[in-house]
């Protein structure tokens, strides 16, 4: 394998570095400036920062392929541009084929009100069609895909009905999966998608993706993982969380075993335990301070949650328990304490931990307890004091209070709701969006959300920026240290290297 020769890179603060890696590994890091002898890539740094490759903590790269492929609603912001966009969908599809989209925000629309199925009917009388939210918890359903799922005569409130008892077109998680599980999937199709997001991963600075699998297509995306990974056609590194679903599958196919290896490996659980707040579907402790008739949805029982948890643990896999409400991360800290113990060895982790009062964060770091957050929200969730109101939404993202508490928060995208790009993360740690808030988090802290505390969280921690470690690399195209926040999401990436081979690189000489 042809070693690579980082040249003139800044690591810490501190400039004039080289960097040389071969075999896969950082065999020497040092000021010298000895011309290579041949056989050697070299990427002149200019300057630019080198960090151990940036780490994205939980994404779902197989639905943002997935999406680049169908309707992109994201950014509508009245009926006109969301019809047109679906129109645009039809027009590609033969006639009954399902037609999928995924992205839209009722909180964008004038009015604010949940698009209904009428609004679309006219324009889509032959084809099945599905619209998810921007948080993918619910979707707009048209007539003809009530009629083709036997949905009519559904009752409960997963199936949202207007004044005159008519279904709406809404519907809401459980059903929204089982409208999923009925949707077209191949492997091939899936390997497509995973490989059109890794490439543009690889652009980003990202060397690995803890990657959560679908509950609606995981036979396929682990058969595409497995196959990628059998044919050398995976650049960046996997860690692979499944649905509890999929459990029964792997033990029968015995797929797991193909699923080891340096790139990809499966690395745990992954439980719903809420919704989302955008559809208030986030199980929380009292009522929304925009609709006082509800809590939102607890998925599981303590009993189901804590049954889950320890199937999980039981067969040595890390549990990641998706909680967004206060209610939610209640139940989940407690069902992932129970099997912790002192210094949770496995570490079980909870998935945003998004509204985390005082008592919460005490709690998860009392018993080592990890998080994923997702700092983009900040940014993005404009409406969360409609939610909320003034006085919890103070708890919501507290991620500078979590860091110090000593919570290991590791950072992440949710892609496709938010971009994958790490440096957006950094940014939006930094600065909140540009929000007056102690919450903000240092360059130091954000770096370690992508880095220290992200491989920590994956089970990666022996790894880092040393001699002998895994030359997985991101070299960014200026030296951030003493960067003013608001610039960094200005910065680019020069190169991206894992396991010693450049998966992105602008500065080959
Ligand atoms: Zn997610």
Redesign the pocket.
Known sequence: MKGVLIRDCSIGGKTGYQVYCQDGRIVRIDEASAAPSGGVEIIDANGGSLFPGFIDS?C?PFEYGWLKRSVDLRGTTNMTAFRLRVVAGIQRAEPGEWVSGMGWDQEAFPGKGMPTRKEIDDISPKNPVVLSRVCGHIALLNSRSIEVLGFTNRTGEEYERDGNGELTGIVKERALEEVYGKLPRSAERSAADLQSVEAEAGRLGLTTLHC?VSRDGFREELEALAGLAASGSLSLRYRVYVPPEAIDYIDATGIGKKLVGPLVWINGLKIYADGSLGARTAALREPYSDDPSSTGILRYTDEQLSELVESADSRGLQAVV?AIGDRAVEQAAEALGRVAGAHNPRRHRI?HASLLPKDLRSKMARRSIRATVQPLFITSDSWAVDRLGEERVRNLYPLKSMLAEGIVASGSS?SPIESLSPILGMWAAMTRGGADSHEKLSLEQALSLYTTNARSNGLDSAEGMSEGAPANLTLLDSDISGIHPALLRKVGVLATIVGGTPVHSYGTA
């Open positions: 939980h779902h959560i998706h998935e949710d």
